[in-house]
Each structure stands twice: as C-alpha cells, then as structure tokens.
T-cell receptor, first 116, second 111 residues
Framework: DTGVSQDPRHKITKRGQNVTFRCDPISEHNRLYWYRQTLGQGPEFLTYFQNEAQLEKSRLLSDRFSAERPKGSFSTLEIQRTEQGDSAMYLC??????????????FGEGSRLTVL | AQSVTQPDIHITVSEGASLELRCNYSYGATPYLFWYVQSPGQGLQLLLKYFSGDTLVQGIKGFEAEFKRSQSSFNLRKPSVHWSDAAEYFCAVGAPPIPTFGRGTSLIVHP
C-alpha cells in the first residue's frame, strides 16, 4: 500500500496527558499537511511542511501543539496537556510540489483522539 | 480570504434518483475547486477538480460538477445514485498549497 498512513488510528487519553500521532506520506510527495476534523465539520487546516520546513501554521495550532518533519519524510504531531476540546479526528495529507501539483491532497484515514 | 459554503447539511435521495450537492465559494482569483468524498472510517478521496478549461468536469464514480463563475458555484451532480454513494461530501477551494474545506454534506440513500 503506497497511500498515506497514520498511526495510531484511535487514541483514548485522560485530560492532561501528552499524545503523539505519526504520519507517513506518499513517498514522492514533498508537501505534508495536518488537518483537524470535528463532528459535523469539514477539515480545518493546522499546518503544512514542504520537505523539512514548516511553512505555515494556523491560529488553531496553540502552543500545546507541535509538529515536526525532521527528515522530510514522516511527520509527528504532538499535543501536550490534552484538553477535552482536543477530541477530534486528526487528518494527515500529502501532495506533490511543482508542475504536477494541481492542488489535490491525498489523505490518510485519520487518527481519532478522545480526551476523557 | 477564501471560504466555502455548503448550505445543505444532509441530503436524502432514493437509490436511482438524481443528485445535486451545492457548493458556493469566495475566492479572489480564478479558483481551484475540488470535491472530496469521505466514507465512514475512511480518509477523504478526491472525486474531481477544476482549475481551468471546460467548466463541466467529470470525475470518478460517475460524478460531475459544473463551475459557474457568475454564481460562484461548483455544484456536484450524479444522474443516478447508488446505495454505495452514501457518504460525506466536501467541497474545497484554493490554489496550492492550502485548500479550504466546507463543512460537508451528508448523503443518505434510501433503497
């Protein structure tokens, strides 16, 4: 399977704990995105990387959130001191850069976070 | 700023009936427009996209959409719905790198 993969698929944690999600993009894709999706809403942009560089962050990404893509391949999204409001589906997507990029994103199946 | 409005939260159709899902956008230039589908427990999958050329675009699974600049719309259509089309549908707008998504329309298909 050469699609975008995310791990874990489901995470249940207690308020105040830290959680980390991992995303492995399609191998030839330079751009990697994190979105958040809550019930009844569309995906909301959090941040994106072009290779190793984090080029943009949404105001939704509070200080408790940090994302990395250290070698320009996989990425991690860490949430520190989780709050109940962090409960959501965290979606990772990747895309090509350059002439073949028509804006299409390829999404993983998401990591669902439940904060008790 | 770019934005997308999907005015219908839920749409219910009978299997075999036609379908139209509405999407209106706000964007300062010629938009890139997308429709994605999300089945339960799955990631989003691209159905079709428009960024130039013919304003009627064909996608996968028998879907099509028409870009109407005068109405700022990009409505999704299918002539005959199948039960397997029941899913969440998202319209998105924006040139690379960052598209903005609508809140989605949930399609319910009755036998």
């Amino acid at each position: 399977d050469t699609g975008v993969s995310q791990d874990p698929r489901h995470k249940i944690t207690k308020r105040g704990q830290n959680v980390t999600f991992r995303c492995d993009p399609i191998s030839e894709h330079n751009r990697l995105y994190w979105y958040r999706q809550t019930l009844g809403q569309g995906p909301e942009f959090l941040t994106y990387f072009q290779n190793e560089a984090q080029l943009e962050k949404s105001r939704l990404l509070s200080d408790r959130f940090s994302a990395e893509r250290p070698k320009g391949s996989f990425s991690t999204l860490e949430i520190q001191r989780t709050e109940q409001g962090d409960s959501a589906m965290y979606l990772c997507a990747s895309s090509r850069l350059g002439g073949q990029n028509t804006g299409e994103l390829f999404f993983g199946e998401g990591s669902r976070l439940t904060v008790l | 700023a770019q934005s997308v409005t999907q005015p219908d939260i839920h749409i219910t159709v009978s299997e075999g009936a036609s379908l139209e899902l509405r999407c209106n956008y706000s964007y300062g230039a010629t938009p890139y427009l997308f429709w994605y589908v999300q089945s339960p427990g799955q990631g989003l999958q691209l159905l079709l996209k428009y960024f130039s050329g013919d304003t009627l675009v064909q996608g996968i699974k028998g879907f099509e959409a028409e870009f109407k600049r005068s109405q700022s719309s990009f409505n999704l259509r299918k002539p005959s719905v199948h039960w397997s089309d029941a899913a969440e549908y998202f319209c998105a707008v924006g040139a690379p790198p960052i598209p903005t998504f609508g809140r989605g329309t949930s399609l319910i298909v009755h036998p």
